[in-house]
């Protein structure tokens, strides 16, 4: 019964294929090991690991959670646990102990897979959680109760695994990014996660010769579809943790020619004294996604970074819905682009009606990548799924061209003095200041406007600016209710999600009953 998946389109068919048509060519570089793979170990390594595990006493339907940074081992254990249909929960790495244990519970989990930053962790799941059986672990400093990765991996065969494998078997449980509370689980089957993969190597036009660079956080969606679209194209990816301080030497000494970034990402990596002392003429493009990218970002990237970008826009329960191109980004700075792949975006009132083009509405999808609901929570499910689309809480339009465009998260929409104000819009006009590193824009209780806009910002290293100079500058640039009322100092990088979505529900608890500069 060995390998029933193939032809189909699943995560554990797309290694084995890669094997057969890239073989010895290097497939993986993980920047934190200094390891390397060829595109047949990683297939190796893969059934190694899939058959261990198959030996301890996991078997098809069986929950595994895995607590990993950035490094080559999570795409053989994602990959490990799709060919034995295993259902995978990757956990963020930031969460508390606590939390983990809680996602564990609440998934099922009966193990835990782990890297050598977590070897605590690992412990307290063991103590909280007796159902966890199995530990597996890497490094030379394991607690006594786990297994070692590599001794698991020797001890084991490198033959396909002989479990039958379908498109529609759940392969594993995500989160949400939880910018409005806590996550939420969503299952996710082998063809959500395959669908796409072909489009996108097409559209990002990834090549045999492309040098791949991974730094989005692997254990999200986003991280690891960017390494099974390098797989399909026969790509070299270059893992890593990422590190503003590292990672344009690693762009300059690897020939990197493609990344996948998150906004902030980019802020971090401008802000450094040394960025235009490498050499990152081996970069052909940058892929942005996760939180918008404003125009006045965009400038900085293109004059010191790279002049060619793409954005997508999607949510962990759909998958990329809708993408843009280099060329058109030029044109159309602010647009998320087109309805991608096979995806449908409509955009609706409050009654659910399809709104005529330059009309802001909510944005609803569907998609081949979408969830099918979340995991043991009908109410949400039921909430959020509505005759087919994915109310995604967002806002946006389309132009008469069809290119969409964001304007917030439906929370997000002030209402002020009767008048609607999307934060996005008042955000990207006070960050093309330069004195601005960061800003939110939220509502907070205000007796006679309803709510007022209130922007918390930070301010650039080594540059000053006054609450009055910043607001006057909103002026020449916002229509006067959009314009914020006050502005709030946060002398620490703004809150945010493993995915770069800053967390406004955080300002909003924390300056909720401030009124003045503070």
Known sequence: MNAKATGTLTVGNFVKVAAIRYGDREAIYCSTTGRRFSFRQLN???????????????RKGEVAAFLCTNRAEIVEIYSALAKIGVLGIPLNYRLAPAEIVALMAHGEASALIFDPWFSEVAAQVREALPQVRHFV????????????????????SDAEPEVDIREEDAMYMNLTSGTTGLPKAYLLTQYNNAAAGPFFAGYFDMRRDDVVLTAFPIFGRVGFAWCMVSLLAGARNVIHQFNPQQILGLIESEKVTISNWVPTMAAFVLSLPDVDKHDLSSLRALVFAAAPLTSALQDQIRARLCPHLYEFYGLQETGIVACIGPEEKDRRPSSVGKV????DVRIVDIEGRDVPAGTVGSIIARAPSATAGYFKNEAQTREAFRDGWFHTGDLGYFDEEGFLYLAGRSKDMIVTGGQNVFSVEVEDALLSHPAVAECAVIGLPDDTWGERVTAVVVRAPGTAVTEAELIAF??????????PKSIIWHDQPLPRTPTGKVTKYVLVETYGGQTADV
Do not use: C, I
């Open 44 to 58: 190796q390594r893969t059934n190694r690991l899939a058959n261990g595990l198959t030996g301890l006493g996991l």
């Open 474 to 483: 909103g002026k020449e640039r916002l229509a006067g209710f959009k314009v």
């Open 137 to 156: 672990g890497m490094g030379d400093a394991l607690p006594d109760f786990a297994l070692e990765y590599e001794a698991l991996l020797s001890r084991s």
């Open 340 to 343: 991608a792949f096979s995806a």
